[in-house]
């Protein structure tokens, strides 16, 4: 494997660090914008308007619209129906009377007090059968033979009587007076040849005998006077003879308080309003709008008229009627602007960059770590500049027994340009360092380094871990990439320098003969930069570099979570031109597959 990695390098046939950076860019590049578009307002409005445009249920509703027809359509039936009633005979006359100058007129009338007093003496005079009784009964009265005749009659006929004729002709005689006169001392008196012979007595009894006297008495005795008498009061009393007249008048209706109510009821019956009204009242016209008026049709017209005079009824027959009905809708807003946005460049240019077959690679692979060291500062949440079990299990780092040099953290540390480099360097530094025989010691070392790890900031089960590094690959100096499980052992060495060389593998145990076995990679131009990769799934392990496998390997042990470690450590005494000595790190960049949703 790797001499044939070392013949396709040495043609260059393998890509480059810069080009592997380069289409690393560019496809961000390509994914950042694709995150813009589809971070966009204009694609989440189209995919708002495509939810929704895009439906059965919105085609249907088209459909329907398009479909829908004014005729048969219920608003159809109703203006139909409103028509029908309009053009009906007993609601044509009922409009034409109501918006007549005859309805007004009659209407008027009907609220005045002439009618109101003709109805009133209609009802209490003209048909009241009391009245019309009172009236018959005047009208049938006739003197003859009347009580008042009758009394008349018999007055005139007593009157008459020959009986108290002759009566009132002998009171009224000197006779009768003399003999008045001569009674008181005559009366009684005896009859004699003296008496006899006594003029004034002679002359008495004579009267007394004499057949005048004896009607006298017997029209006295008969009460002829008296009852003449009272029958001349009574014919003569005004009442009475204003009664007579009365009867005798053939016009005596005319004079009863009756007559000037018919009278008043016959000028108000030849009223032209009354007659007017009358007439009206009377007429066809009128009967219809009574029997109109009220009537569930003529409600139900009104109701009709209600409806087709409301604003949302006539915008729907008017939609229904818009052949292009569709387009006054707000569907066809929505459809309009989809297409729109369907057709633009926006969508085109958006369809383009999805379909580009490199963006793909999102759809498989998350990116869970990308260290770009654009800040000049070490990020402490991910990295610490300590070896991760020492300073776990000792509480600082210390050197092994053939390091030469001081663990010297973060000043060791240098950030330019965005590259990291942990810096070599000979120096007098204080440092520690492991005694088997006593454990960790201080110590002064003539040399100084650091090592990174992102024990506490960052793990990683499975996936891609890559990095672009430069670094000089001489035999004193080692510049090391490695994975570190749940224990210090086994570790992944993505890459240790040597000289003129590199090792890859997998080291079990903490000696000598476990870097041995790692596989060296020989033909590297160190004065490039080389982006060193491990693939991980489940125990199969693959390196590459610059994107070429390089070698494959099997994990004998579950590791667990693995974080990374970069070291700079220097193991023999170099000349002073080889220091300080920088191992670069451009990038660190983990991967991980993307689980099937």
């Not at 578009?37 to 495509?50: G, H, P, Q, T, V």
């Not at 498989?364 to 500062?377: A, G, K, P, T, Y």
């Not at 510049?479 to 224990?487: D, I, M, P, R």
Request: with cysteine; aromatic share 12%; charged share 30%.
């Amino acid at each position: 494997m790797s001499s044939s990695f070392r013949l396709r390098y040495f043609l260059g046939l393998i890509p480059s660090a810069q080009k592997i950076d380069s289409v690393w860019t560019e496809l961000q590049k390509l994914r950042e914008e694709l995150l813009q578009l589809e971070a966009s307002k204009e694609l989440a409005r189209f995919n708002e308007l495509n939810s929704i445009v895009q439906t059965t249920e919105f085609h249907n509703k088209k459909r329907e619209i398009v479909n829908l027809a004014y005729k048969g359509s219920p608003e159809y039936d109703v203006i139909t129906e409103l028509k029908d009633l309009e053009n009906s005979k007993p609601i044509k006359d009922y409009f034409r009377f109501t918006q007549s100058a005859d309805f007004t007129r009659f209407n008027q009338i009907a609220k005045s007090t002439a009618l109101a007093r003709y109805l009133e003496l209609k009802k209490t005079v003209v048909e009241s059968m009391v009245f019309i009784q009172r009236k018959k009964d005047v009208e049938s009265l006739r003197y003859k033979g009347s009580p008042e005749y009758i009394k008349i009659e018999e007055y005139n006929k007593l009157k008459g009587n020959r009986q108290l004729k002759r009566y009132y002709t002998t009171i009224a005689s000197n006779e009768y007076r003399s003999f008045l006169e001569s009674e008181p001392t005559l009366k009684g008196k005896p009859v004699d040849k003296a008496s006899k012979k006594d003029p004034k007595f002679k002359a008495y009894l004579k009267f007394l005998n004499s057949k005048s006297y004896k009607n006298v008495k017997t029209v006295e005795s008969m009460g002829l006077v008296g009852k003449l008498e009272q029958l001349k009061q009574q014919v003569e009393a005004a009442p009475f003879i204003k009664q007579v007249a009365y009867l005798k008048n053939k016009s005596r209706y005319e004079t009863t308080p009756d007559f000037a109510l018919l009278s008043e009821f016959k000028s108000l019956d030849k009223n032209p309003d009354i007659l007017f009204y009358l007439k009206i009242q009377k007429s066809s016209i009128n009967k219809n709008h009574e029997e109109v008026e009220g009537s569930k049709q003529l409600a139900h017209f009104h109701d009709l008229k209600i409806k087709v005079a409301d604003t949302t009824f006539k915008e729907r027959v008017a939609f229904l009627q818009n052949k292009k009905r569709f387009e006054t809708t707000n569907d066809y807003k929505l459809e309009t602007e989809y297409n729109e946005l369907d057709k633009s460049n926006f969508m085109t240019h958006y369809r383009k960059l999805k379909k580009r077959p490199e963006l793909s690679f999102f759809e498989q692979w998350e990116v869970v770590l990308d260290e770009n060291f654009h800040n000049s500062n070490l990020s402490d949440s991910l990295w610490e500049p300590e070896n991760y079990w020492h300073a776990s299990r000792a509480g600082c780092s210390f050197s092994q027994v053939d390091e030469i040099h001081a663990y010297n953290g973060i000043k060791n540390i240098e950030i330019k340009n965005s590259v990291l480099s942990i810096v070599t360097k000979a120096e007098k530094a204080n440092g520690r360092v492991w005694d088997p025989a006593v454990g960790v010691i201080p110590k002064q070392f003539d040399y100084s380094s650091s090592i990174l790890n992102t024990g506490k900031g960052f793990k990683i089960t499975e996936g891609v871990i890559e990095a672009k590094v430069k670094f000089s690959a001489v035999g004193a100096i080692t510049s090391a990439f490695s994975l570190t499980g749940n224990h210090p052992f086994p570790q992944i060495d993505v890459f240790r320098s040597g000289h003129n060389c590199v090792g890859i593998g997998i080291i079990d145990q903490p000696d000598k003969n476990g870097i041995k076995k790692l596989v060296q990679i020989k033909g590297l131009n160190f004065s490039r930069f080389h982006v060193f990769r491990l693939e991980i799934f489940g125990n199969e392990v693959v390196w590459k570099i610059n994107n070429y496998e390089v070698h494959r390997e099997r994990l004998t042990k579950n590791v667990g979570e693995l974080f990374l470690n970069f070291v700079g450590s220097l193991h023999h005494p170099v000349n002073g031109g080889t220091l300080p000595h920088y191992f670069e790190i451009d990038w660190v960049r983990c991967l991980r597959k993307k689980q099937a949703k």
